[in-house]
């Protein structure tokens, strides 16, 4: 298998599966009010591995395991931190089973860093004296587990996220840095995610100067994620010109139905190629694939946009 660092410097187009957490939840299988898909590793692991084949499959040569809401300070709130480790090593493993049983090419397994607190905590992110242990916990465990890279996923703040970048630069994997971001109330300006609207400052941060301030800190491929299509390119503006790297996009769609958690008004998988097409050509983005609301379908219309002849 060639290295991840190999295909990136041949100037490759690498791409990812679709949403994870949404199309579990597509299938049927309740996602927890506090850790989101966490739990579905434990309850549903068949559900859970063919999300990966189906991905794998549509052609996907990035997986990423189910490991985004399963940190042990996350999986705290239901007293369940015990089983940190155990989780984090099945959903590894389920990922890597769904490679072994479909796999045609190379497929890289990815682990899932976020910053995501408890569903239910007021904050936009987990800051408090025990997350710097369990994103080091974490990182570690997704190494030993054997994962081919670690996904550091909405990043959108500065004091949270600088923990997880480091935590997973420490393992000596190659390491995706993914930021989200929004457009500022003015129309102009790209700041950092807010989605729970309450008045934590956290990750109220122009991008541009978050970008800078994290970048030190290391990583191959810097990204935006978890973001609405439309804010894709005026962040890839800003993170252009921070970042000399490969670029990554992957972005949700639709609208988010709560308490089910399901997404409505999704982009059909034509569209949302013809965005991403833009997102290579017009910026030079290597690593591309789909966030929440996009599904295998999706990664199999994009399957086919990359291997038409020029791209």
């Known amino acids: 298998m060639s290295s991840l660092t190999e295909r990136l410097n041949n100037k490759e187009t690498l791409l990812l599966d679709g949403g994870v957490s949404t199309e579990i939840r597509r299938r049927g299988v309740a996602l927890d009010k506090n850790v989101w898909s966490g739990l ?28 985004y809401s399963t940190a042990r300070h996350v999986l705290e709130c239901i007293n369940l931190g015990h089983e940190s480790k155990l989780l984090n090593l099945k959903s590894v493993q ?12 190379d497929v890289y397994i990815a682990g899932s860093m976020s910053s995501m607190p408890p569903l239910t905590s007021h904050r936009e992110v987990a800051i408090d004296g025990q997350v710097e242990s369990s994103y080091q916990e974490l990182a ?4 030993q587990a054997g994962v081919d890279l670690i996904i550091a996923e909405m990043m959108r703040d500065i004091e949270n996220a600088s923990i997880v970048i480091k935590a997973a630069v420490s393992t000596g994997l190659p390491v995706f840095i993914g930021f989200s971001a929004m457009m500022a109330d003015n129309g102009v300006d790209v700041r950092s995610l807010r989605w729970k609207n309450t008045d934590d400052t956290t990750s109220a941060h122009d991008f541009g ?15 935006i994620m978890h973001t609405r299509v439309e804010d894709i390119v005026p962040a890839l503006e800003v993170l252009k010109q921070h970042w000399s790297g490969p670029l990554m996009a992957y972005a949700e769609t639709g609208k988010l139905i709560l308490p089910d958690w399901r997404y409505e008004e999704i982009s059909s998988p034509d569209d949302y190629a013809n965005e991403i097409a ?6 030079g983005v290597q690593v591309v694939g789909g966030c929440c609301g996009t599904g295998p379908e999706h990664i199999r219309v994009l399957r086919h946009l990359l291997d038409e002849p020029g791209n």
């Open 94 to 105: 389920l990922a890597q089973q769904a490679r072994d049983n479909v796999a045609q090419q």
């Open 40 to 67: 579905t590793t434990k309850t549903n692991p068949d559900e859970v591995r063919q999300v990966h084949e189906d991905y794998i499959q549509a052609g996907a040569q990035i997986i990423t395991a189910n490991t």
């Open 140 to 143: 570690d465990g997704l190494a």
């Open 209 to 223: 100067e978050m970008v800078d301030t994290l970048k030190p800190l290391g990583g191959q491929v810097a990204g």
């Open 278 to 283: 833009g997102w290579i050509q017009d910026y």
